[in-house]
C-alpha cells in the first residue's frame, strides 16, 4: 500500500512525497506510449455523453531510440549554464517535459513526477509529489534524482538556483515559450540534441499546417476552454499566457477567454460567461474526471447551457498534454483541432 511521506523542505516549504514502487525496476529505455489515434475530426464518442465527442491528434512525433550524449552542456531558461553528467533519474515539473521524454524513448528513465500527472509515464513513475511554487529544496534532494528538470521559471526559477547551489543538476524549461523551442530544449539537456531537432521539426511542421488550414476558413469558431482547477481548485477558463489558448488561437478559433481579460487560468462569472457566447467548449479527460463528468461540468458553469455550445451540447473533450501543455504533442493537437473547427466553420 502507498503510504504518503510528507519530506521536510526549507524555508518553512513542503512537499508531499508519495512512494508509488518499492524497487525502481532495472529497465533500458522502453518504447513510448503510443499516441492517440483519434483523428481530429473524426466523431470519436467511446466512453463519452451523448452528442460529445473526442478531438485527440494523431501522429504525436517519436524519435528513433539513441543513447544519450553525456555530459550535456546547456543553459537553462534562468539563464544559468548547467553540465548534466547523469539522467537516469528525471525529477520533471510536469507533464509537458514528460511528454518529450517520452517521444525520445526516455520514459523509464523518469523517476518522479507531479501528483496530478497526465502522461502515462508520469502516472507510471517510481515517486509522486505535490509540486507547485511552495516546493522546497531539501525535498527535491530526498527524491534522490540526478537531474532536475523544472517547467516554469515562476514556480521553479527560485528552486532551480537553490538546487543548483547543493551541486544538484536543475534546469528549467519554461512553458511560455513555442512547443518546438520546448522541446529542443528537453532534448538537448539529456543528452539527445539531434533527436530533438527532428523532432521539433515535425511539431512545427504540423503547426504551420494547422496554421494555414484554419486561414482558410470562412470565419472563426468562438471557443471556451474549462478547466476544474487553477484559481484555489476552483473551475477556471483559459485566458492569455495559457497554452489553451495558444492551441485555440493557432488552430482558427476564438478563445474567448482570452477576449474576456482573463489571465492564465482564471475565474469568469456566469454571465460573462453568456455574454462570451461560445460555440464550442473544451475540456481535457482529466478536467472531465476532476469535474465529476458531465452533471459536474454541467453544475460549475450552469449558465454554458444558456451558450451556443450548451445549446447545441457541443462538447469537445482532448488530451490533457494537447491543450493544457505546450509540448511534442502540440502540433497533433493543434491539426485535430484545427480540422474540428473547420468543419464547424463550414457548417
Not at 57 to 76: I, K, N, Y
Not at 112 to 133: C, I, M, V
Amino acid at each position: 500500500m502507498k503510504n504518503p511521506t510528507i519530506l521536510p523542505t526549507g524555508l518553512g516549504l513542503l512537499l508531499a512525497v508519495l512512494a508509488v514502487g518499492c524497487n525502481r525496476a532495472p529497465s533500458p529505455t522502453p518504447a513510448s506510449p503510443k499516441p492517440s489515434a483519434t483523428a481530429g475530426g473524426g466523431a470519436d464518442t467511446a466512453g463519452l455523453p451523448q452528442g460529445w465527442k473526442r478531438v485527440a491528434g494523431q501522429d504525436v512525433p517519436q524519435a528513433t531510440a539513441a543513447t544519450p550524449r553525456l555530459p550535456a552542456r546547456v543553459r537553462s531558461d534562468d539563464g544559468a549554464e548547467v553540465e548534466i553528467r547523469d539522467v537516469g533519474r528525471i525529477v520533471a515539473g510536469g507533464d509537458d517535459v514528460i511528454a518529450v521524454l517520452e517521444a525520445l524513448g526516455l520514459a523509464g528513465n523518469l523517476y518522479a513526477a507531479p501528483e496530478r500527472s497526465a502522461t502515462a509515464a508520469g502516472k507510471a513513475a517510481e515517486k509522486h509529489f505535490l509540486f507547485n511554487r511552495t516546493t522546497g529544496v531539501e525535498g527535491v534532494l530526498s527524491l534522490d534524482g540526478s537531474l532536475f528538470l523544472g517547467n516554469s521559471l515562476r514556480r521553479h526559477g527560485v528552486l532551480a538556483e537553490r538546487l543548483r547551489a547543493t551541486g544538484h543538476a536543475a534546469v528549467v524549461i519554461d512553458d511560455l515559450q513555442p512547443p518546438p523551442d520546448k522541446v529542443r530544449k528537453v532534448a538537448e539537456a539529456v543528452g539527445l540534441p539531434v533527436q530533438g531537432q527532428a523532432l521539433a521539426a515535425q511539431v512545427q511542421a504540423q503547426m504551420d499546417q494547422a496554421a494555414a488550414m484554419a486561414a482558410h476558413n470562412p470565419r472563426r469558431p468562438r471557443v471556451i476552454a474549462l478547466s476544474a482547477s487553477g484559481a484555489g481548485g476552483l473551475p477556471t477558463v483559459a485566458g492569455a499566457d495559457s497554452a489553451a489558448n495558444q492551441l485555440i488561437t493557432l488552430a482558427g478559433g476564438i478563445n474567448i477567454g482570452e477576449e474576456a481579460g482573463v489571465a492564465n487560468y482564471s475565474q469568469l462569472s456566469n454571465e460573462g460567461v453568456v455574454a462570451a457566447a461560445p460555440e464550442v467548449i473544451l475540456v481535457t479527460d482529466n478536467d472531465l474526471r476532476l469535474f465529476g463528468g458531465e452533471a459536474g461540468l454541467w453544475k460549475a458553469y450552469p449558465t454554458l447551457r444558456h451558450t451556443p455550445a450548451g445549446a447545441a451540447n457541443r462538447v469537445w473533450v482532448m488530451p490533457d498534454i494537447a491543450l493544457k501543455a505546450t509540448s511534442v504533442g502540440s502540433g497533433a493537437g493543434a491539426l485535430a483541432l484545427a480540422q474540428a473547427l473547420a468543419e464547424l466553420a463550414r457548417g
